[in-house]
């Protein structure tokens, strides 16, 4: 596995703490993300515990927050000498519709809207260090249309639905965000990491899940392997291309998510 600077976004838990873990054991620097102070702290000593690394960083943002988002932005911006590989992880499963403080659906919120922010504020650093962005979505994203009103919950509200919907916008960010970054060196990929005994996995649905060490792998793939070198805009199952839903590729909708997610950050998190 390729050394390196690594951010891992939702990393005291499920599929970012297990990548983590084997990042750390691998030698590189990890830097570990979460919206609690203390389960950071424990993650951190208990990862140096295990791999003995010594290349930690911990980061604490609540991602229904835009605010904590541009500040965790700037934290890293003015830390790190580089970002090999991004890795946007963190996800929530919400059962009531619940509006964050910029007025979006928290499900969105979280799972989309703040690793938009986030990555866009990384993106001079993504760029110079010519690094890999990865985007945890999820097979869900086939079962989700596409509407405006779905951000705000303007909707007989689905906890499963505003899911898939957060998850068929991270492909079309993915989508859209490789064509705007083509040419840089940096490339952009997608993929659902399989049915994993996760909390969120727990929350949504009655199934057990494979052991959440399963999803490291392809995470990691996209993350660290020559495989894919290069390889850029592309939706993956199983660490091979797979076709992503219309909705996602459709380029007028790609434009109208990017341009609503940056008038939505435009207005909020500057507090």
């Known amino acids: 596995m390729k050394q390196g600077i690594f951010c891992i976004t939702?990393?005291?838990?499920?599929?970012?703490?297990?990548?983590?873990?084997?990042?750390?054991?691998?030698?590189?620097?990890?830097?570990?993300h979460g919206r609690c102070a203390q389960r950071l702290e424990e993650?951190?000593?208990?990862?140096?515990?295990?791999?003995?690394?010594?290349?930690?960083?911990t980061v604490q943002a609540d991602f229904s927050d835009l605010s904590q988002v541009r500040k965790m932005a700037g934290e890293l911006l003015s830390s790190l000498p580089r970002i090999d590989a991004l890795i946007n992880n963190a996800g929530v499963y919400m059962?009531?519709?619940e509006l964050t403080d910029a007025g979006v659906e928290t499900t969105f919120g979280v799972n989309y809207l703040a690793h938009f922010l986030l990555t866009l504020e990384l993106e001079p650093l993504l760029?110079?260090?010519?690094?890999?962005?990865?985007?945890?979505?999820?097979?869900?994203?086939?079962?989700a249309d596409y509407s405006p009103d779905y951000m705000i919950g303007r909707y007989r509200f689905s906890g499963y639905y505003a899911y898939a919907f957060s998850k068929l916008c991270n492909v079309a960010f993915t989508v859209e965000h490789a064509e705007r970054l083509r040419g840089t060196g940096v490339t952009v990929n997608t993929l659902d990491p399989g049915i994993l005994a996760?909390?969120?996995?727990?929350?949504?649905?009655?199934?057990?899940?494979?052991?959440?060490?399963?999803?490291?792998?392809?995470?990691?793939y996209l993350a660290c392997s020559n495989d894919v070198e290069g390889v850029s805009?592309?939706?993956?199952?199983?660490?091979?291309?797979?076709i992503c839903s219309s909705k996602a590729s459709d380029p007028d909708?790609?434009?109208?998510?990017?341009?609503?997610?940056?008038?939505i950050v435009r207005q909020g998190g500057e507090g």
């Open 10 to 32: 939702g990393s005291t838990d499920g599929i970012g703490r297990a990548a983590a873990f084997e990042l750390a054991a691998a030698g590189s620097a990890v830097i570990l």
């Open 95 to 97: 059962h009531e519709c």
């Open 198 to 220: 996760t909390k969120l996995l727990h929350a949504g649905w009655n199934l057990i899940g494979a052991d959440v060490s399963c999803g490291a792998p392809p995470l990691l």
């Open 253 to 263: 909708v790609r434009a109208q998510l990017w341009q609503i997610s940056e008038e």
């Open 233 to 242: 805009g592309l939706y993956f199952e199983n660490n091979h291309p797979s």
């Open 127 to 143: 760029v110079d260090s010519r690094s890999r962005i990865v985007n945890v979505s999820s097979v869900d994203h086939y079962s």
């Open 43 to 57: 993650t951190k000593r208990e990862i140096a515990r295990q791999t003995g690394s010594e290349r930690l960083m």
